[in-house]
């Protein structure tokens, strides 16, 4: 439980740093110059306190269970305008409800699981709140929210975390890097990353991009390997994650 909060731990640093630093760069009169509502910015430093908040709660949490709770990082947040700010909080927002939905699946002391569930919620108002009255898109993704292990979640973060302190805490392995482009519904997709050499040397292996989504459910579709290439299922809509797995499911070991 100790390693899991202090996960969690490390995505809220990230998440309180990227806020604090983005209002740092942008005044009220940047957001509303780049056609967002004049509450935006109030409402954006509320987030940040609640990060702020949710830190100062892991960290607190981690040690009266007897944890050395991790530090923050150093980050490095590609946005350029206030507009590309608030996408990339959207990004995070996603990335963070479903880490803490996956966390409350993993904890075992109960006292643990409440806590995690309290800030998953937030997250999840944080998400739909960003998405629906900032963006102006859907307050949500589906019927069903998707959670991610941990291997997912550091995988996702991980462009964005360029060092850490030496004496934190060791976190879980991430999984390789995979991009796609052209991810579009029903369309063939092109995918970039590094098969294990056994993979390839067989005529017969089958992988798999395996789609994780919030309205259909999860979705294994067959990887050309020669060309890297993949169809997109045409029925996906809102949030997908998507791994390269060996099977039709979604394990450590696949």
């Not at 995690?116 to 929210?145: M, P």
């Not at 809102?238 to 791994?243: I, L, M, P, R, S």
Request: one cysteine or more.
């Amino acid at each position: 439980d100790i390693d899991i909060m202090n996960c969690a731990l490390h995505i809220k640093h990230l998440e309180h740093a990227f806020y604090t630093e983005g209002l740092s760069c942008f005044s009220k009169q940047d957001f509303e110059g780049a056609g967002l509502g004049p509450w935006t910015r109030g409402r954006i430093q509320q987030i940040e306190e609640h990060e702020k908040n949710h830190v100062a709660f892991l960290t607190d949490t981690v040690i009266d269970a007897g944890g050395n709770p991790t530090k923050p990082c150093t980050y490095k947040f590609p946005y350029k305008d206030p507009m590309s700010f608030v996408r990339l909080a959207s990004m995070f927002e996603t990335i963070g409800t479903s880490a803490y939905h996956g966390t409350s699946v993993m904890l075992h002391d109960k006292k643990y699981v409440a806590a995690s569930g309290a800030i998953f919620a937030v997250e999840a108002q944080h998400s739909g709140w960003i998405d629906a009255s900032v963006l102006k898109g859907s307050g949500w993704s589906g019927s069903f929210n998707v959670p991610l292990n941990w291997g997912h979640v550091l995988s996702l973060i991980s462009p964005y975390v360029e060092s850490c302190p030496s004496k934190n805490p060791p976190l879980p392995a991430s999984y390789p890097h995979l991009a796609i482009s052209n991810a579009h519904p029903g369309q063939t997709a092109s995918l970039e990353f590094a098969p294990e050499p056994e993979y390839l040397s067989s005529s017969d292996t089958t992988l798999y991009a395996t789609f994780m989504t919030s309205n259909v459910g999860m979705l294994c579709v067959p990887v050309d390997l020669k060309r890297k290439t993949v169809n997109v299922p045409a029925d996906i809509r809102g949030d997908c994650f998507v791994v390269i797995t060996n099977e039709t499911q979604v394990t450590d070991e696949t």
